[in-house]
């Protein structure tokens, strides 16, 4: 166990719709990452929260938004769902020391029918 | 653009082999080379990792072997064991909790 929790596990709904995926990071961990997992892509990263704030962005669709919470829980927002956005969603976090350790949850599948 | 090339895609091994995974990268700011370990229906899980300031590591039964002027690391497994099956991913990421850039995995299966 990571220590990184996700929910839900698992999600289904239609195109067009909109969901959100939560991340509670391990206690003490102030950088949270999401990253997208799919057959074709691999583990791909989307966007990455430092305390609150936006640090890094990648292959993130305009679609899709996140942020994180006082608390530093994370969402990422996911609309005008398409079928190619089905995939595994993973959060991971990592306190700010040299070891740049990331820590994964165990991940929302999305299922877009 | 590819940035982390891994290979191969997959691996059968006996049990008792050494499977080797291998992985080459392109951006010489990457400073940091980490392996995670993927079980079906789980999150990664960190195996092992390098920095380029040494040529190997060695933790358990698992070993990084890294090449820095070819800008290649691999990932040897000694005393496979069917327990070993899953898929490996070799990622890099520079200095400073900055993003992971992974590749494509390797899917291992160690047979008894």
């Known amino acids: 166990d990571s220590g990184v929790t996700q929910t839900p596990k698992h999600l289904i709904t239609a195109t067009g719709q909109r969901v959100t995926l939560r991340c509670s990071p391990r206690?003490?961990?102030?950088?949270v990452y999401w990253y997208q997992q799919s057959l074709d892509q691999g583990l791909q990263f989307l966007i990455q929260?430092?305390?609150?704030?936006?640090?890094a962005k990648g292959n993130i669709l305009e679609r899709f938004s996140a942020q994180q919470f006082p608390d530093l829980h994370s969402e990422l927002n996911l609309s005008s769902l398409e079928l190619g956005d089905s995939a595994l969603y993973f959060c991971?976090?990592?306190?700010?020391?040299?070891?740049?350790?990331?820590?994964f949850g165990p991940g929302t599948r999305l299922t877009v029918l | 653009q590819q940035q982390v090339k891994q290979s191969p895609q997959s691996l059968i091994v006996q049990k008792g082999g050494i499977p080797i995974i291998n992985c080459a990268y392109e951006?010489?700011?990457?400073?940091?080379f980490p392996w995670y370990q993927q079980f079906p229906g789980k999150g990664p899980a960190l195996l092992i990792a390098?920095?380029?300031?040494?040529s190997e590591k060695k933790e358990g039964r698992f070993t990084i072997s890294f090449n820095k002027s070819a800008k290649q690391f691999s990932l040897h497994i000694m005393d496979s064991q069917p327990g070993d099956s899953a898929t490996y991913f070799c990622?890099?990421?520079?200095?400073?909790?900055?993003?992971?850039?992974f590749g494509k995995g390797t899917r291992l299966s160690v047979i008894a």
């Open positions: 951006n010489t700011a990457f400073d940091y």
């Open positions: 929260y430092y305390n609150g704030e936006e640090r």
């Open positions: 991971a976090s990592s306190v700010v020391d040299i070891t740049d350790t990331q820590y």
């Open positions: 206690s003490g961990d102030l950088s």
């Open positions: 990622a890099a990421s520079k200095r400073g909790n900055t993003p992971l850039v």
């Open positions: 390098i920095r380029p300031d040494v």
